[in-house]
């Protein structure tokens, strides 16, 4: 969901597996013995797809946020740039 992506990406909010499932973080949670299965599963159902098709949907539907991401990657960098003039350092992954 909007409200849990932001959640995550602004205050780093750490979901369990359950309610990261609940915010649409995974379609699906499968048993660790069934995940490769699964998985196999999930291709072979897509190989039916027109690829052509399905690549136009994605960017279709993903237009406005490939936009957004263009027009954001230049703040980023004056923004990585004016941290790093003043001597910012960044957070330890500890």
């Not at 499968?30 to 159902?45: D, G, K």
């Not at 136009?56 to 003039?85: F, N, Q, T």
């Amino acid at each position: 969901t909007p409200a849990a992506y932001q959640r995550a990406v602004t205050l780093s909010e750490y979901f369990p597996v359950g309610a990261a499932r609940e915010a649409g973080f995974f379609d699906e949670l499968v048993a660790p013995a069934a995940l490769m299965e699964t998985a196999r599963e999930r291709a072979l159902s897509y190989t039916g797809l027109d690829m052509r098709a399905h690549a136009e949907s994605k960017r279709r539907i993903r237009k406005r946020l490939i936009s957004k991401i263009r027009r954001s990657v230049p703040m980023d960098v004056a923004d990585a740039v004016k941290m790093g003039l003043r001597g910012a350092k960044p957070k330890s992954s500890v």
